[in-house]
């Protein structure tokens, strides 16, 4: 009956030129005022108030109120009354002026906010052996299946970018560095297929990739050297050849250059009837780089392996890349030797086999062709240069580049590595050397072991593989980890063997500690494998592998040790203390390091700002982190290393007793009243 009704009253609605409402309307009716306000803008007199004809009150001015789905006609009748221009005029102008106050803002922001650390420089290098990680076909060689299978161990350490050794084509003569093909991946780690998708796990991952780039030489077993030994076309002079007399048997060098692993440089070739150079190993002819067909042919293999997806590169050898065209005997270290009795490398000075004019010019270019892949948002490609020019720190530091100029974005810095000595002097002298040489602005890195040096533990002891991590991870910088150096793995202890430093990683205690199901694996496993090992480590709250996963989550969550301030505090024979602070921030952090005896600090009377206690943020001692201690009376055990934490407003490095003893590499400061970092400070 009531929907009879109100279909009735919809036409007698639309008889009498009313509106229907097919939406929501508010009951309410406008004032006397409002009413004739109303009528003298057209609005109709007789409205609906309701859906069912019983609710229609029988007034003489009956006004419709704004509804939902109100047609275009309603709405224009509205939209002109005060109330709602007025309100929408307001709201009109606010926007406009809070417009450029919004995007001064941002401007200001992005202004003043420091550079973001690019992902080279926000996470520590993990470098593999892939010979070494882990089989997966059981032929007791690591393969490329075998690092895609473990990059849940990567993850594991927090660690976000991978450096991946040699893995090209090659007799494998200077394991893998003589290469024979750049553009294929030698059989024993696998095919291309295998590499492509190891590069696309490594991307799901959210991790990255670099790899090693040998531009200096090849394998003699190489097309190229094949086609040059032949003179054939282009390739003639595509490696440094040179007349040497070759009588009975003897050959008479064009002049006394040495090769690194010692005797003549120059090898005589039986096919061309001259000889070639070779810096290294006589099966490495060395490139003749000023040739500028042979430098495309370099880029061109850089470009190569960026379209694989690889996201930087470390360039072996580059001190190595140019000689002089001169030929002159190079000057003896020992002017009295016999000059036909020289054999050795270090018999001589390199003045004309190392580090020549021209040089950095051929690195800025690979630099240049590496950026012409980084124009993508998120997809830099770095470049390290490996240089190891341990007598000559300027020389090293020129491969930064200068502030007009891009070079490396750093060379490796292996001044940690060739240490003889360790104690809390020599720690301190090594650190120091770096810092005060480092080129303002730019970003430095260490390193304690690679594929060439006896490892770590072996060379210090086990008691000191803890505070090596220790001082690794809170360094400023980028830190790189030789695999097993997580854990604490040494060399092996076996005879007529080679580099004891590349024994297979252990992952646990069964046969060949997990690196292989086969039956035999290159190298022998370490005996202590059962023992050292990632997967008992996991389970020891004190273990090796928890607190260097433990240290890189603090390096990674607190903005001092990531890219604060570091101040020299203190040195002796047996600790080496710096501090971790960043303006803004009244967190501090104090790195106690025991490199020698047992000793006991005052840092109260070093550092008068420091507070009467600090708290043990991390220790190699687990045991100990959470404490309380007195910073008239710190205490470290042989080989201990502690990590104190303290809260002030008082920064270090502007104090005057600390000027020039400390640094920064990429400057920031902490508002927070923002929350955000800002350069100008």
Not at 4 to 15: A, D, Q, T
Not at 293 to 300: L, R
Not at 545 to 561: A, G, T
Not at 645 to 663: D, I, L, P, S, W
Request: charged share 20%; with cysteine.
């Amino acid at each position: 009956m009531a929907e009879e009704e109100s279909k009735s009253f919809s036409v007698e609605l639309s008889e009498k030129g009313g509106l229907e409402n097919k939406g929501f309307v508010q009951n309410e009716v406008l004032n006397e005022k409002e009413c004739n306000a109303s009528s003298q803008e057209e609005i109709p007199e007789t409205c609906v108030v309701g859906i069912n004809s019983a609710a229609v009150q029988n007034q003489d001015c009956e006004v419709l109120k704004p509804f939902a789905g109100m047609p275009k006609e309603v709405l224009l009748k509205f939209s002109g009354q005060a109330r709602y221009r007025v309100t929408r005029e307001i709201l009109f102008w606010l926007i406009i002026a809070s417009t450029p106050v919004l995007v001064g803002a941002t401007i200001a922001i992005v202004a003043v906010s420091p550079k973001c650390l690019d992902w080279w420089q926000a996470s520590p290098i993990y470098q593999i052996y892939p010979r070494s990680f882990k089989d997966t076909n059981k032929d007791g060689n690591g393969d490329l299946k075998g690092i895609q299978e473990k990059l849940d161990h990567i993850t594991y350490l927090n660690i976000k970018t991978i450096w991946i050794t040699s893995v090209y084509k090659s007799p494998l003569k200077d394991f893998g560095y003589g290469v024979e093909d750049f553009r294929d991946v030698d059989p024993m780690f696998g095919t291309m297929r295998d590499f492509e998708n190891l590069i696309a796990a490594i991307h799901d991952k959210g991790l990255k990739v670099i790899m090693d780039l040998i531009p200096n030489h090849t394998s003699d077993k190489h097309s190229w050297f094949q086609l040059s030994r032949n003179r054939t076309g282009k390739y003639a002079d595509y490696y440094i050849w040179h007349d040497c007399a070759h009588t009975d048997g003897t050959i008479t060098p064009p002049n006394n250059w040495v090769s690194v692993y010692g005797n003549s440089s120059w090898q005589y070739d039986e096919v061309r009837k001259q000889c070639y150079f070779h810096q290294f190993g006589k099966e490495q002819p060395d490139l003749n780089i000023r040739n500028s067909a042979v430098q495309e042919e370099i880029h061109d293999i850089i470009k190569f392996w960026l379209g694989k997806g690889i996201d930087g590169f470390s360039i072996n050898a580059v001190k190595f890349l140019l000689e002089a065209t001169h030929l002159r005997n190079e000057p003896q270290v020992d002017k009295s030797q016999n000059s036909e009795s020289i054999s050795a490398y270090s018999e001589l000075y390199h003045d004309f086999t190392t580090t020549q004019v021209g040089m950095h010019d051929i690195v800025r270019s690979f630099r240049h062709t590496l950026d012409e892949f980084s124009v993508e948002p998120g997809r830099y490609r770095f470049m390290g240069t490996e240089d190891n020019n341990q007598e000559n720190i300027e020389a090293t530091m020129m491969y930064y580049g200068t502030s007009f100029i891009q070079e490396s974005d750093f060379p490796f810095n292996f001044y940690l590595i060739n240490m003889e000595n360790f104690s809390g002097n020599s720690i301190f002298e090594t650190v120091s050397l770096w810092m005060k040489n480092m080129p303002k602005g730019k970003w430095p890195n260490w390193a304690v072991g690679d594929p060439s040096t006896a490892r770590i533990t072996s060379r210090i002891g086990k008691e000191y593989t803890k505070v090596i991590n220790m001082l690794l991870l809170t360094l400023p910088g980028t830190p790189t980890t030789y695999y097993g150096e997580e854990i604490g793995m040494e060399n092996i202890a076996t005879e007529n063997v080679t580099f004891p430093e590349k024994s297979p990683m252990q992952w646990n205690g069964h046969l060949h500690a997990g690196f292989s199901e086969g039956n035999i694996s290159w190298l022998p496993v370490n005996l202590d494998y059962q023992n050292v090992n990632v997967e008992v480590q996991k389970t020891q709250p004190n273990s090796t592998l928890n607190l260097y996963r433990e240290l890189n989550l603090l390096r990674n969550n607190e903005l001092p040790i990531h890219r604060g301030w570091m101040c020299y505090i203190w040195n002796d024979s047996n600790v080496f203390v710096y501090l971790r602070e960043l303006d803004g921030l009244d967190t501090v952090f104090i790195m106690v390091l025991n490199f020698g005896q047992e000793s006991i600090i005052d840092l109260k009377a070093v550092v008068s700002e420091l507070p009467s206690e600090a708290t043990i943020r991390l220790s190699t001692n687990f045991s100990n982190t959470g404490k309380v201690v007195n910073t008239k009376t710190i205490k470290t055990e042989k080989g201990e290393g502690i990590v104190l934490e303290y809260k002030t407003r008082k920064t270090v490095h502007t104090t005057e007793a600390f000027q020039g003893k400390c640094f920064v590499a990429e400057k920031a400061c902490y508002s927070s009243a923002l929350n955000i970092l800002y350069m100008h400070c």
